[in-house]
Nanobody, 125 residues
Framework: QVEIEESGGGSVQAGGSLRLSCVIS????????VSWFRQAPKPVPGKQRE???????????TYGDSVKGRFTVSGDNVKKILYLQMTNLQPEDTSMYYC???????????????WGQGTQVTVSS
């Protein structure tokens, strides 16, 4: 059973930075999809969370439009850790952030089979 544990959330002021980490146990990062999601600001049924950054199985990286140029995703295949470096954080980035594995894209939306419990990021103005 895949286990995912996130860490690194917290409270920062606008313009600040945070780095999230997640350990993905019993899963091979290389050659498989891993990702970061966050709770959608206006969730709808079936799309409660929005993809923030995805490393697809072929190594390609996709960022959500609102975080491009500010967030960077990376992975350590040996340690099985996925990172999300977040810079120039804004109040609208406030959300619960989730690490996820075994993800896929359907109809332009990302989904995943395995999820962590989430880590809260709060950005004050």
């Amino acid at each position: 059973q895949v286990e995912i544990e996130e860490s690194g959330g917290g409270s920062v002021q606008a313009g600040g930075s945070l780095r999230l980490s997640c350990v993905i146990s019993r899963y091979t990062l290389s050659g498989h999809c891993v990702s970061w999601f966050r709770q959608a600001p206006k969730p709808v049924p079936g799309k409660q969370r929005e993809a923030v950054a995805v490393i697809d199985a072929d190594g390609s990286i996709t960022y959500g439009d609102s975080v491009k140029g500010r967030f960077t995703v990376s992975g350590d295949n040996v340690k099985k850790i996925l990172y999300l470096q977040m810079t120039n954080l804004q109040p609208e980035d406030t959300s619960m952030y989730y690490c996820a594995a075994a993800c896929w894209n359907t109809g332009g939306h990302w989904y995943a089979n395995y999820w962590g419990q989430g880590t809260q990021v709060t950005v004050s103005s």
